[in-house]
């Protein structure tokens, strides 16, 4: 008998998905593209690892909560423990809305609205399940002399043979070619240098920023559980805990297109196009009124004409100025203030500003 939640149950009667018929009307092409949503927690195939969500490699019939090597939540585990195996019924019932289901699971995912996607999704995850039923599932068909020919054909070199060996004392690897450094030279400068072509409107950056972004930060920047805010803030860096988003905080443009189009989505960094990074950077503006026309377009002749309101409390670094940098002179080490030094700021976090060596003050603070 089943001892998971009463929740679960009434969850899982209140949406009327048969497990036979969702994976057989599910398009697993369809899926693969409905599971980018998933994917900054998640991952599924060859060399699936977990991420802040368990890998989901044979998740059909497999016992909620029961993967040894991840911290589940207390509420997943139980719903295990009671009962909760996962199948296409159970599957289609969490991802329509995971905490009707699960109320205390640490999944921040909202949930599928669309039943065609939920049908698609578990299609694409069945393909990766050997316990999922797949009754409709052609034969894979034999592939040809030429087609495995071409799958086990060696990986050609790269094109460029003129390597530049190295010439550290190890001798080790070698100088690298100019396509390389081309790749991970993608770095954008307050003064535009760096952006690629391209375009996008806050219309088109809702779009893709509801697809890739708001499972972590929300429909409207917001955040979900621990993870960042992005929209917000104005006239909180004064105060004790300062909300610093793009709008109230961030100095420069150039910072949001760098990051988003170097490490976003969360776990899926690179997979966006320039014109999908432009889109989410303007829909970003408009979350945190620095834009406010929907039909806004955002583009690389523009860029450099948008400032952040923060922009002008940060100040250039100077570094290269201080005198003894400047005159590559040795910094002073001994005996450098006429009298003793002085505590003048007191650190809030216990156990880091040294008070006195005697008595019961040492060591706090404030």
């Given amino acids: 008998m089943l001892k998971f939640p009463k929740s679960v149950l009434l969850a899982t009667a209140a949406i009327a998905f048969s497990g036979g018929s969702v994976l057989a009307s599910g398009d ?41 090597d991840f911290k589940y939540s207390p509420a997943m585990k139980e719903a295990g423990a009671g009962g909760l195996v996962w199948g296409a019924d159970t599957l289609a019932t969490y991802l329509h809305k995971p905490k009707d289901m699960i109320p205390k699971t640490k999944m921040a995912f909202a949930g599928l609205k669309k039943e065609a996607d939920i049908e698609n999704v578990l299609a694409y995850l069945a393909s990766f399940s050997a316990g999922a039923d797949m009754d409709t599932a052609e034969p894979e068909s034999t592939p040809t002399a030429e087609e495995t020919a071409e799958q086990t054909a060696p990986t050609p070199a790269l094109q460029n043979a003129d390597y530049e060996p190295s010439t550290g004392p ?5 100088v690298a070619l100019p396509e390389e450094i081309a790749a991970w030279d993608i770095d954008i400068r307050p003064d535009g240098m760096g952006l690629p072509a391209g375009k996008g409107t806050v219309a088109e950056g809702e779009v893709v920023f509801t697809e890739r972004c708001a499972t972590c930060h929300g429909d409207f920047g917001e955040g979900r559980d621990r993870w960042p805010v992005l929209a917000g803030g104005q006239d909180t860096l004064t105060d004790e805990r300062p909300e610093k988003t793009i709008g109230s905080y961030w100095p420069y443009l150039s910072t949001v297109y760098d990051y988003v189009r170097r490490a976003m989505p969360f776990g899926d960094a690179r997979s966006l196009t320039n014109d999908e990074v432009y889109a ?5 503006l408009y979350l945190n009124d620095i834009v406010t026309d929907e039909a806004f377009e955002l583009n690389s002749e523009n860029f450099t004409d948008i400032h952040l309101p923060n922009e002008e409390n940060f100040i250039a670094d100077d570094r290269q100025e201080e005198p003894h940098w400047k005159a590559d002179a040795d910094p002073c080490m001994t005996d450098c203030k006429a009298e003793p030094a002085k505590i003048t700021m007191r650190a809030r976090v216990l156990d880091v500003t040294p008070d006195s060596d005697e008595g019961e003050g040492g060591g706090q603070v404030d």
């Fill in 280 to 284: 989410i950077t303007a829909y970003l």
């Fill in 170 to 174: 190890m001798g080790l690897g070698r």
């Fill in 28 to 68: 697993i092409d369809a899926g693969e593209k409905v599971f980018k949503k998933c994917m900054a927690c998640h991952m599924v195939g060859d060399g699936a690892k977990h991420r802040v969500g368990p890998e989901l490699n044979d998740v059909f019939g497999r016992v909620a909560g029961s993967l040894d």
